[in-house]
């Protein structure tokens, strides 16, 4: 059973930072890319980042230069350091990897950022 445990989660001012963690079980974790998606309210769940099993990354132009993406392959652990936050970063946050056919989600993560 693949589990992917979320947390970091929270409330910012603007332009301060968050760090999101996913702890992946149950799955080969340093063969699989990983990915963080956000949803904003009333919009549709979107790529933020991804991390593929050997490092190597790509953004949503909206993020790139204020997020990244990170992976501990030992701690079968994915991450997502956030700077600069801004409102329309206010989302929920997903954790997924898609492992053997199938599509995987973590719980989500609230970041909201005050003006």
């Known amino acids: 059973q693949v589990y992917l445990r979320e947390s970091g989660g929270g409330l910012v001012q603007a332009g301060g930072s968050l760090r999101l963690s996913c702890a992946a079980s149950g799955v080969n974790f340093k063969i699989v890319p990983m990915d963080w998606y956000g949803q904003a309210p009333g919009k549709q769940r979107e790529l933020v980042a991804r991390i593929t099993n050997v490092g190597s990354t790509n953004y949503a132009d909206s993020v790139k230069g204020r997020f990244t993406i990170s992976r501990d392959n030992a701690r079968n652990t994915v991450y997502l350091q956030m700077n600069s936050l801004a409102p329309e970063d206010t989302a929920v946050y997903y954790c997924?990897?898609?492992?053997?056919?199938?599509?995987?989600w973590g719980q989500g993560s609230q970041v909201t950022v005050s003006s």
């Open positions: 997924h990897v898609f492992y053997r056919g199938r599509d995987f």
